[in-house]
């Protein structure tokens, strides 16, 4: 079964996570080149764990305006406002304990007309050592005008869906329905 990649953001950064490893467990974040992404790195977010922490690496450009900030060289435990902070911590932290590729879908509801989704492939990175030490994540915001959200989905921040991805087989398999 192939993994259940609805953007092309997904299925691009997927295709290049898993031709770059060359059959090693993560790609080692020296060799990334996301200038063979085109587009589809305005997308994209890099990560690396320092002494527990994670820190912003590298920001794409449509991440950069849904935030609205600078982010690179930030730490997560401060960007991240408090009802998203420990989650999102959660998620890159089981991609660098596991070593395993997952996708994320969670929904938001900001006001009783503005509600989103938020679909996210997340890769992990190796450091000098080899050791997973970072994540490559391609983050898609679908608002309600995209057809993210129907009437049904109207809802506080959601747990949301966890897949985890088998980088060797292309297969995969829900976790849950709690990811953060």
Do not use: K
Request: aromatic share 8%; charged share 20%.
């Amino acid at each position: 079964m192939s993994p259940p990649f609805e953007h092309p953001a997904h299925r691009r950064l997927w295709e290049y996570w898993q031709t770059a490893r060359t059959g090693r467990r993560a790609l080692p974040s020296r060799e990334l080149d996301l200038s063979v992404l085109g587009p589809v790195a305005d997308y994209l977010l890099q990560v690396e764990r320092i002494e527990g922490r994670f820190r912003y690496v590298m920001v794409g450009a449509v991440i950069q305006r849904i935030y609205g900030y600078p982010m690179e060289g930030i730490y997560l435990d401060l960007a991240l406002p408090p009802n998203r902070r420990e989650p999102a911590i959660e998620r890159y932290a089981l991609v660098c304990d596991t070593g395993t590729p997952i996708l994320t879908r969670n929904a938001y509801e900001i006001s009783a007309s503005l509600s989103f989704a938020v679909d996210r492939l997340f890769v992990p990175l190796a450091g000098t050592d080899g050791a997973v030490s970072g994540v490559l994540c391609a983050q898609v915001l679908r608002n309600s005008q995209d057809g993210a959200l129907g009437p049904a989905t109207r809802l506080q921040p959601d747990g949301g869906t966890l897949v985890f991805l088998d980088a060797d087989t292309a297969a995969s398999r829900i976790a849950g329905s709690q990811c953060g």
